[in-house]
Structures are given as structure tokens and as C-alpha cells.
């Protein structure tokens, strides 16, 4: 799984705004934060406004807070709004995948790598992040011997 500087960017703003729930960020502070660029972290903050992660405020005290408390957001739910869906194969989802001979039953395999990724990404709160509390589940996916290990 790749997940590209946008996701990246957006996962790290919500849990800017997770910290300061329920109070409003600026755009220029969640940037300055994170260490950002201002105008792609805006653009970032659109795509999660739309799919109703967050909300924003106009105005001089305006900025932008999370739609629903921390303990309620997934950072699947953060991905899927600025990336799409979690896995997919030349563009299909993969139960959408077909193949014949020897490959048949590939689909089989890419339906559980989406559900392996699902069960990080939509059972990790914004909350658990911020406060390093990660559930037993991931937390043991992260003390594997190879865990940590580039390959």
C-alpha cells in the first residue's frame, strides 16, 4: 500500500484538528504545525469538507474543526476521503477482478490484503493516534520481527 503525500497531509491535518477539538485551526497554523505548504493543505481540507470529515467556519475567528469528536474518526475514513478506495487493482476494487487459468484465484488474495488493511486503517481513531494508545491488535502488528525493516 502506498499512500501518497496528499493522504499523508491529510491524516496529519485531522490529527492537528483532533488536538484542538472542538476549537477551530486556521489553515496557516494546521500548516505552520505540520510543516506544510498552506495552499495544498487547503485544497487537502476541501476534499475532507466534502466527504463531511470536517467543517469550516468563515470569518476572521473562522477555521476548520473535525465534523465528529476524535474517538468517532478512523483514519480510513480520512484516506478514503482524499484518496479513494483503500485497495485497488488497476483501478477495479478487488472483488471487481476476474482472471483465468493459474491466476484464478488472485482476487481471493486481493480481497484480504484490502481486508487487512481495513483492519488497521478503519479501527484506528484519530483519537487513539493523538494519544499513542493504539489498539492490542495494530500495536502487536508493529512489534513483529521484520515490523520496522525496509524491503
Known amino acids: 500500500m502506498q499512500i501518497s503525500a496528499r493522504g499523508d497531509y491529510a491524516v496529519r491535518a485531522a490529527l492537528s484538528l483532533a488536538t484542538a477539538y472542538p476549537s477551530l485551526l486556521s489553515t496557516q497554523a494546521i500548516a505552520n504545525e505540520q510543516d506544510m505548504p498552506r495552499k495544498f493543505l487547503e485544497a487537502v481540507l476541501a ?9 469550516a467556519q468563515r470569518g476572521a475567528e473562522g477555521g476548520y474543526t473535525l465534523a465528529r ?15 479513494g478506495p483503500l485497495a ?20 481471493r488474495l486481493w480481497v484480504a490484503v484490502r481486508a487487512a488493511v481495513r483492519q488497521v486503517l478503519d479501527e484506528v ?16 502488528l508493529t512489534t513483529l520481527p521484520d515490523a520496522w525493516e525496509p524491503r
Open 47 to 55: 476534499d475532507l469538507r466534502r466527504a463531511g470529515v470536517v467543517r
Open 69 to 83: 469528536p476524535p474517538r468517532e474518526v478512523t483514519v480510513g475514513a480520512i484516506l478514503r476521503a482524499v484518496e
Open 88 to 107: 485497488g487493482v488497476r483501478g477495479l476494487r478487488p472483488e471487481e477482478t476476474r482472471y483465468e487459468g493459474s491466476a484464478e484465484n488472485l482476487p
Open 125 to 140: 481513531t484519530l483519537a487513539e493516534v493523538v494519544s499513542g494508545r493504539l489498539p492490542t491488535h495494530v500495536r502487536k
